[in-house]
């Protein structure tokens, strides 16, 4: 299915991997409920292997042109390279992913955890990068609880954005590796944010969302973050979408360090 064929389908309600309800109507333009529709199918495709990874880039390409064309005729969303190299290090645009939480819960000693080459969104049997942050909690019984609170731990928004596409229906034993994860598009960076492991999530596809909004509650849902050899962590990847729009990740240690704190 080709993006520009999509007659109008409108998402509603927790749309996620496994199935979805829409409502579809007479349109020659795309929704932004339209885009996070494509998107959600075509991750997962990539995911069951039910694509080939040049026609997952294409429709890929599409999808972030689209959203980018639909995003720029606004007011104020279009910025240049130089504008959003000063938001990166301005210190009031990013919000940390995890309340209560710092900078000294990124693994490693200077975010070493990052390994971006290798990777490939489109083809689900590349393995061995690792394009993300992980950020952990105290969690010494591994029950998804925080031990400081005995509650879960808040997975916030880093930036402001567009919730495209979120999974809420992973079981133990699935071999799936993100478990439920959420994909949020900031327009004004262009990229893609991925929040992985959670528990519970509390958005849905076509939500706006600001940053330091709780989207998750963070959990150990995937196949390896299930183990027990895995600490209770959040899985953080962003990826800037390239002219021609396809996705190259970038390491956001960078970010994370200027990020505002959430208590």
Known sequence: MRLMGILGAVLIGGLNAASSQVITRNSDEPTLYTYCQHFQSLYTQ?????????????????????????????????????????????????????????TSAIGGTHGEGYRGKGFDLFDYNVRGSHPAQDIFIADRNQDALDDRTSKPADVLAMSNGLVLAIETGWKPGSEYRGGNWIWVYDPTLHGLF?????????????QWVQAGQKLADMGRTGYNAYKTRSPTHLHLMYLQIQPNGLPEPVNTYPWLLTAQVSK
């Open 46 to 102: 990539i995911r069951e292997e039910s694509i080939t990874p040049d026609s997952a880039r294409l429709e890929f390409s599409q999808i972030m042109h689209g959203l980018q064309e639909r995003f720029r005729s606004r007011a104020n969303a279009s910025q240049d390279s130089l504008q959003r190299d000063s938001l990166y290090r301005s210190g009031r645009y990013f919000a940390f992913p995890i309340r209560g939480y710092a």
């Open 194 to 206: 991925y929040y992985a492991h959670n528990n519970e999530i509390y958005v849905t596809p076509g």
